[in-house]
């Protein structure tokens, strides 16, 4: 620990963090994971960089390790987007079938901005290819061939894999780098990020050996579709599939970038304006933009409630986060955020998935006992305090997915 903090609210001692591990370590007892990676900081310094449990029987989780983040990884390929966007290379209201060939199904006015927001239509809930063995080429061929559940811009619903992977077909073609290629040269090499990827190849993986930590099953659950275009939820044994070499090695937009905690934590130190390793990777208007309320009032199909979103980012928080904190989940198991007004980064990645309650109810009582911490903090308690929005312990979704 350093001592004393210069938060740019003023110096004082550094916040008392241990509240915030005491409770991840709670979690953990409590068998909703078994090893967890943690990062905060302010004004790009960190405060906590931490490694909890084992991550397999023996060993202790390290914080170099290479952990998988899920969903929380998307907005490094909403960055990767907002870039070609700031070089006038893409609009964000081009219909995705100006890059795409045989785009169409009812997808025809389907934009950039459609798919950020989540409000394509094709979310395609079935089965978008993200558990099976099948190339990229043929998951792409099944979102550009699949018909719109709605029109574009009509209704909300969470798009886990089919946009992504759309918009990571967007930038190859724009940029012609594939998109792991592009994201490694653009977004993570830049941040000093060399044991992030979207995707590890399998001579990778033998390099990384036991740094690559399997994802565990704690009774997580998914919607399955049902004959007639129902959801229910039925278990889904994540560790039976996603720990398999080929599935590890997927290039995912949406859902396969792993490394350490500390690497996300880099992403949104940069969008919050520090980055020591480089220069920013988007322009502070952009990141305005990005965290901003770009959908409204809309009921989510997947969710079941209405939820805020930004541009490629949420920015309904739970746990009583910063009213402008922005940041996103990843299934079950992760949440990186960062709050403009309190120059704040947190990341939580853990390698458990228990149910959608409890894995939203843990992301919220870590997101609320950090803010509790720095609202006692004598620095910038004040502030942290009255940027809070109300309390709440988290919804029984997926928002995490």
Not at 22 to 51: I, N
Not at 269 to 298: D, F, I, K, Y
Request: charged share 20%.
């Amino acid at each position: 620990m350093r001592g004393e903090l210069d938060t740019g609210l003023g110096a004082g001692p550094e916040p008392d963090l241990t509240t915030v591990t005491a409770v991840v370590e709670r979690q953990r007892v409590d068998g909703l994971h078994d090893c967890a990676q943690l990062y905060v900081s302010l004004d790009g310094e960190p405060l906590l960089d931490v490694a909890l449990g084992e991550s397999r029987p023996g060993r202790a989780l390290q914080t170099d390790d290479v952990m998988l983040w899920y969903s929380s990884g998307k907005p490094l390929t909403v960055a990767a987007v907002l870039q070609l966007w700031e070089r006038g290379l893409l609009a964000l209201d081009d219909p995705i079938g100006r890059f795409l060939p045989g785009w169409g199904n009812g997808k025809e006015r389907a934009t950039l901005r459609h798919v950020l927001t989540h409000t394509g239509g094709f979310p395609m809930y079935g089965d978008p290819g993200f558990d099976r063995d099948i190339s990229s080429a043929e998951a792409l061929a099944r979102v550009v061939a699949t018909p719109a559940m709605w029109e574009p811009g009509t209704k909300a619903g969470y798009h886990p894999i089919s946009g992504w992977k759309a918009l990571g077909a967007v930038v190859e073609v724009v940029d012609g780098r594939p998109i792991e290629q592009y994201l490694h040269d653009e977004v993570l090499t830049p941040l000093g990020c060399t044991d992030s990827s979207l995707g590890v190849p399998v001579e990778r993986q033998r390099e990384l050996g036991e740094r690559l930590v399997p994802v565990a099953w704690k009774g997580h659950m998914f919607p399955q579709v049902d004959d007639d275009g129902g959801l229910r939820m039925v278990p889904y044994r994540i560790d039976e599939i996603h720990n398999q070499p080929w599935h590890v090695a997927k290039v995912e937009p949406g859902g396969s970038m792993r490394g350490p905690a500390r690497d996300l934590g880099r992403f949104y130190e940069s969008l919050l304006g520090h980055h020591p390793a480089g220069p920013a990777l988007l322009e502070p208007r952009t990141v305005e933009l990005m965290g901003a309320v770009h959908r409204h009032g809309l009921e989510d199909a997947l969710f079941g409630w209405e939820a805020n979103w930004g541009l490629g980012v949420a920015v309904d928080m739970s746990g009583g986060a910063g009213r402008r904190a922005f940041g996103h989940g990843g299934m079950a198991s992760s949440r990186g955020l960062c709050d403009p007004e309190l120059g704040l980064v947190m990341v939580l990645v853990c390698n458990g998935l228990p149910n959608p309650l409890a894995a939203e109810a843990r992301l919220a009582e870590v997101t609320d006992a950090l803010y509790t911490a720095l609202s006692a903090a004598t620095a910038l308690g004040d502030d942290a305090a009255r940027v809070r929005l109300p309390y709440s312990p988290g919804r029984a979704t997926l928002l995490a997915t």
